[in-house]
């Protein structure tokens, strides 16, 4: 039996799981945020709901105490991305991505400087296989991007990385305990992987060395979603260390 990886720095359990807000409206999101209650404390909004008033969500989100992951995967020259990353800044987000490019990610470091936020590095998304890479011209499969990708990160003084489930064990080891790695891909036993390609569950995901999980549909379309999101906190909390 595989040892567990190492632990990540310490991260309250109610911390641990991200709600993704993938639905189609401000108005659904609020609707949902509602149905879950004290159930999630931390969501993640993408940029089809940035784009139509996502944004302000954000601020609402915050403003009641809870943590918002704002994953809009920035990639652009490097001035761009920093007056880019400075203009979000006043969101008082607690995450944001950008393509774990070293440049951008160097530029997001400089614009954060005294800012709390965790800067993620999007390493390989979880929804492109080794073949998906080779027709996108990269020269590494997945695996090798993200160790690639994660070391880069780790140079770059970003907060922490994005990664399939299948390769948090190695981007912990090379993050160490105190960078954020954070696993979407994540389906329980039994779920539909939908469009994911590099899917686990959340114990392994837990026990495999991440420190947040990004859980969407299996939550959010449940006919119970916070009966859903505690299913999943009983399974990160068998794995915790």
Known sequence: MQEAAQSPAPVEIRDRLIVALDVPSVGDARALVAKLGD??????????????????LAREL???GRKVFLDLKLLDIDNTIERGVESILPLGIDMLTLHAYPKAMRAAVRATA??????????????????????AGFAFGARDLVERRARQAVEAGMGGVVCSPLEARRAREICGPDMAVVTPGIRPAGSDAGDQKRVTTPA????SGASHIVVGR???????PAGAAMAIFDEIDSQAG
């Not at 005294?114 to 998906?132: E, F, I, N, Q």
């Not at 392994?204 to 026990?207: E, G, M, N, P, Y």
């Not at 299996?218 to 119970?224: E, F, G, L, M, R």
């Open 39 to 56: 159930a999630a404390s931390f969501y993640k909004i993408g940029y089809g709901l940035a784009f139509s008033g996502g944004l302000e």
């Open 62 to 64: 915050k403003a009641e």
């Open 204 to 207: 392994h995901a837990i026990s």
């Open 218 to 224: 299996p939550v959010t379309a449940a006919p119970d």
């Open 114 to 135: 005294g800012s709390t936020v965790c800067l993620l590095g999007v390493t390989a998304l979880t929804s492109m296989d080794d073949a998906d890479l080779a027709e």
